[in-house]
């Protein structure tokens, strides 16, 4: 396995604009989830997909955020209107279901800051 | 609403000491229980997991992790801890019908050469 990737692996943006990142999920994992980790705490869970499917969403994922998987591959987060409280790491993981609860396995993650 | 505590913020010790960092969850259901681990500049790594069967649960690198269901508790030990341990550790929960987890706030290690 070549790993979950993530890019950009740092990104710096003015408040108002709008950021992209992606994850590229460890092959063959049909699982899915993005995370938020702030200084100081554990990362706390966003999104899951199951192959192209949404099939969870935090409450911390405002309206001014978006993710998709197309394609049962790849994802997209997307941060619309950035406000200096988006500032954080993103971190995404995959997972291969096997009929039961799965290891997640993590990217780098993409550091936003918001100016 | 499912929560995981780890009490000890910052732990420094000397190297050949003994570890062990606690963690006790909140859910009256079946769980799942991971450490996870993040050395200086790398990304999360798993360090062990427990899903069912024998409460005590060997990872890698020599940690373990005891399942006291009665205590709510997973603490990671170490008999024995290397300059190579520094890192930051975190608890995790999974509980329910989800496959989110649900993390600590994190220990940050110093193991002191």
């Known amino acids: 396995d070549t790993g979950v990737s993530q890019d950009p692996r740092h990104k710096i943006t003015k408040r108002g604009q709008n950021v992209t990142f992606r994850c590229d999920p460890i092959s063959e994992h049909n699982r899915l989830y993005w995370y938020r980790q702030t200084l100081g705490q554990g990362p706390e869970f966003l999104t899951y997909f199951q192959n192209e499917a949404q099939l969870e969403k935090s409450r911390l994922l405002s309206d001014r955020f978006s993710a998709e998987r197309p394609k049962g591959s790849f994802s997209t987060l997307e941060i619309q209107r950035t406000e200096q409280g988006d500032s954080a790491m993103y971190l995404c993981?995959?997972?291969?279901?096997?009929?039961?609860?799965?290891?997640?396995?993590f990217g780098p993650g993409t550091r936003l800051t918001v100016l | 609403a499912q929560s995981v505590s780890q009490h000890n913020h910052h732990v420094i010790l000397s190297e050949a000491a003994s570890l062990e960092l606690g963690c006790n969850y909140s859910?009256?259901?079946?769980?799942?229980l991971f450490w996870y681990v993040q050395y200086p500049g790398q990304h999360l790594q798993l360090l062990l997991k427990y899903f069912s069967g024998d409460p005590l649960v060997k990872g890698i690198k020599g940690f373990e992790a005891e399942f006291i269901k009665s205590k709510f508790s997973f603490n990671l030990r170490k008999p024995s801890v290397q300059w190579s341990d520094t890192a930051e550790y975190f608890c995790a929960v999974i509980g329910g019908a989800t496959n989110k987890l649900i993390f600590g706030t994190g220990t940050l290690l110093a193991v002191q050469p």
């Open positions: 993981a995959s997972s291969a279901d096997r009929g039961g609860t799965d290891t997640q396995y």
């Open positions: 859910y009256g259901g079946t769980v799942n």
